[in-house]
């Protein structure tokens, strides 16, 4: 299916990132990854990083499904609160899961470094904004909560935020470790970086079936070909779950639209991303070109055909709302579109093995956050290949399905 609809602006402003053939013959390695999009580029760098010879290869070009279509609004706090990921999981493990994900802003920024800024990642504020009067209790537990567990955030009244921009909410989280970047394009940096240390790429090549024997795995591609590594990694988002025998996330379709560049910023706060307490949220933030990102309007998934036949409306429905919230802010729609990804009932990701093998790896990082959950995804796909340990892996593991007990909301 196609993941995306509409002209997501990324591949539009850069083109094809880069051009790799097919896979024609079988190739020797390590490791297979299973997907070009931003969470197979960095399970890919790493492992070539690691010295393991890695390959990717991916059904359609490089990096054009979920990734081409990604805000990127980088954050550390996911779709459920810490507090409700507590009374989930436990208050131990989703503090941990936090953390986890403070620090995979700090990675992730360190690798847009490292490759010559090449995503464009900038350090912004999140302000999590409180949309109406009944959740601001909870959204005081959630600050105080993490107040009490060492994160840096501020508590803003309407006062401030009225003082600082035209926001008319009650009040707001404001946490000072957020970013946002240009998705696309660092992908596309990462790859080309990889590359030229040794990893190879075959885009336009499916994965069709896989098997697995004594020392390594046998994957069959849509092509007739092969492969025969130690390991592979199913990194292709959503698509992942076609190759697992039970439903473990829901989907659900997003919009959004980017603006023409933007002269006057009257009423923004400065260098922020911006979403809010009402579920579904709408998200905001500025692209270096000043342009704005407006996305929400969140429905769940029923077919492609349906998400996309909403596309106006929805669209529609973000400029009201985006002009309702910046009044001075003058703006026009240069692109819109649609987007299908996955969701857990926790909100954190499912990096592990496969249920029937060990030496296939699970790299899902849904949720709002992926991001950040791919940055750690590719820690731990590296760390279990190397016979190595990572404080995140039982925690992300798919086997906390049965510790929740809550699954059947799926069925």
Known sequence: MDLRSGRPFWPVRQGLGGIYPPLSKPVDCDVVVVGSGITGALIAWRLVEAGLSTIIIDRRDCSMGSTAASTAVIQYEIDTPLGELAQLIGEKDAVLSYQAGRNAIATLANIDA?????????????LYLCSKEDDQRSLREEYELRQKHGFTCEWWTREQLSAESDLDAI??????????????????????????????IFDRTALTSWTTAK????LETDRGVTLKPRFAILAGGFETTTFLDEQVAKLISTYAFVSEPITQWNGWPRESVIWETARPYIYARQTEEDRLIFGGEDLPFKHETVR??????????????????????????AFCWAGTFAETDDGLPYISEHPQSDR???????GGNGITYSVIAAEI??????GEDHPMRKIFSLARRERTKRWSLFG
């Open 381 to 386: 796909c590296r760390d279990i290949i190397l």
């Open 171 to 200: 009040a707001a989280i404001v946490t000072p470790e957020a970013a946002d970047l240009n998705p696309y394009a660092f992908t596309h940096a990462l790859l080309s970086h990889a590359c030229h240390h040794g990893l190879r």
């Open 114 to 126: 490292q490759i010559g800024n090449g995503g464009g990642l900038r350090p912004r504020r999140s």
């Open 360 to 366: 296939m790896l699970l790299a899902m990082c849904y």
């Open 215 to 218: 020392d390594h795995i046998i």
């Open 308 to 333: 996309d036949h909403y596309l106006p409306k929805k669209t529609d429905k973000l400029v009201q709302r985006a002009r309702e919230m910046f009044p001075r802010i003058d703006f026009e729609v």
